[in-house]
């Protein structure tokens, strides 16, 4: 029996299932926590809902939930939009395939960062004095294009000019500041809202927007709120609880942040199997005596 069973199941059909296995869990990956899954259950709901009429044949039925079918197939590239877009963006920066080799050292511990402390620093001085502010971290995206929406500065990050753009009195105020590799590349910068909200919430223009760049992008967004002066950040589509104080905004900018000018394939899938195929040749090599 079982060699009838590899009779009709080859080598590609065993790879053929695991690469499929590999893509959807991905897939799934992706969509989770967002309202992807929602919409995802109501469809399989309607298809298992067609395959009952179908069973018993209620054809008006069928016919009725096989046109609900194929309009949602229609409409589910609009309204997956962000999930597509995020998840093309993760496949074209290898974000998915990379492997975590770097977890046993966690990023807070570099101690030296001065761009992660300048902006911890900032972002409490802006708070103290309840001025409203949304300070963006570049990171593998590209945010050209926000940058072209606001006024492109390119100078160096310190604290001064992180509070004269917050300044009231300054038109960059009710913009965004975007970071880049140490520099304030750009301020009072447009960023996109948010489309769902966490929960039912009710938050500010501001946080919507640093939710709603934190979904299209791997940018973290510090957010200052100008009523209460909490300090928040945006990373992946979600917002943190206020943080209490300085040093621990430091320690999570610090864990949710790249390190500056770090090669980007290092840890990806190819090279972490080339190491480990040349480590496997060494030891097989004779030891010269």
């Not at 002066?229 to 300085?246: F, H, K, Q, W, Y």
Request: aromatic share 4%; net charge positive; glycine share 8%.
């Amino acid at each position: 029996m079982g060699n009838a069973f590899f009779g009709y199941v080859g080598i590609s059909d065993v790879v053929d299932i695991i690469a499929t296995s590999i893509l959807i869990y991905y897939a799934l990956l992706l969509i989770r926590g967002t309202r992807a899954v929602q919409i995802l259950t109501g469809i399989l709901v309607l298809v298992a809902l067609l395959g009952i009429a179908n069973l018993f044949h209620l054809y008006l039925l069928g016919t009725l939930l096989r046109l609900i079918v194929v309009g949602a197939a229609v409409t589910i590239p609009i309204v997956f939009q962000p999930e597509l877009r995020r998840a093309l963006e993760q496949i074209g920066r290898g974000g998915i395939f990379q492997m975590r080799s770097d977890v046993a050292k966690p990023r807070w511990a570099r101690t030296e960062d001065r761009v992660v402390a300048v902006l911890a620093r900032a972002a409490y001085l802006l708070s103290r004095v309840r001025r409203g502010a949304l300070i963006v971290i570049e990171q593998q995206s590209a945010l050209k294009e926000y940058c072209e929406s606001g006024t492109i500065l390119h100078a160096d990050l310190s604290e001064e000019l992180l509070l004269m753009i917050f300044m009231r009195s300054s038109p960059l105020h009710d913009g965004a500041a975007i970071v880049r590799e140490g520099h304030v590349e750009a301020a009072g910068c447009v960023l996109p809202l948010a489309e769902q909200l966490p929960g039912n919430s009710r938050i500010g223009t501001r946080h919507r927007a640093a939710l709603g760049l934190s979904e299209q992008t791997d940018a973290v967004v510090i957010v200052i709120s100008e009523q209460t002066g909490n300090v928040s950040i945006a990373r992946n589509g979600r917002l943190s609880r206020p943080i209490e104080d300085e040093e621990r905004l430091r320690k999570m900018l610090l864990a949710v942040t790249r390190p500056p000018r770090q090669p980007r394939r290092r840890n990806d899938f190819i090279a972490h199997l080339r190491l480990r195929l040349r480590a496997q040749r060494r030891e097989g090599q004779p030891r010269a005596s």
